[in-house]
């Protein structure tokens, strides 16, 4: 997929030509690599708009957590942590 130029980036014509002759001299699979390269470039400069921050994305994992596993997890997992990663003894508070 070519992307085209967006209306604020156009290519002199010199430059088209220049691109042009190189790319003719290349093997096919160079050829499909500074395609890629393009590709690249067209993608990272387009605004990602649809992106979803990390709150809403744990929002939503936490949300597919049924209630009753959720009524299961414990509520003192932040200052209880080793005991539930490593199986220490409970710290008293």
């Given at each position: 997929m070519?992307?085209?130029?967006?209306?604020?980036?156009?290519?002199?014509?010199?430059t088209l030509e220049t691109i042009q002759t190189h790319l003719h001299r290349l093997a096919p699979e160079q050829q499909q690599q500074v395609l890629d390269f393009v590709d690249f470039l067209a993608q990272r400069t387009q605004p990602q708009t649809s992106e979803k921050s990390l709150w809403d994305v744990l929002d939503e994992v936490a949300d597919s957590i049924p209630i009753e596993e959720r009524d299961k997890?414990?509520?003192d997992g932040s200052y209880q942590h080793d005991h539930y990663l490593y199986g220490t003894p409970k710290r008293e508070l």
């Open positions: 070519i992307a085209q130029p967006s209306e604020s980036a156009t290519i002199q014509p010199t997890m414990p509520t």
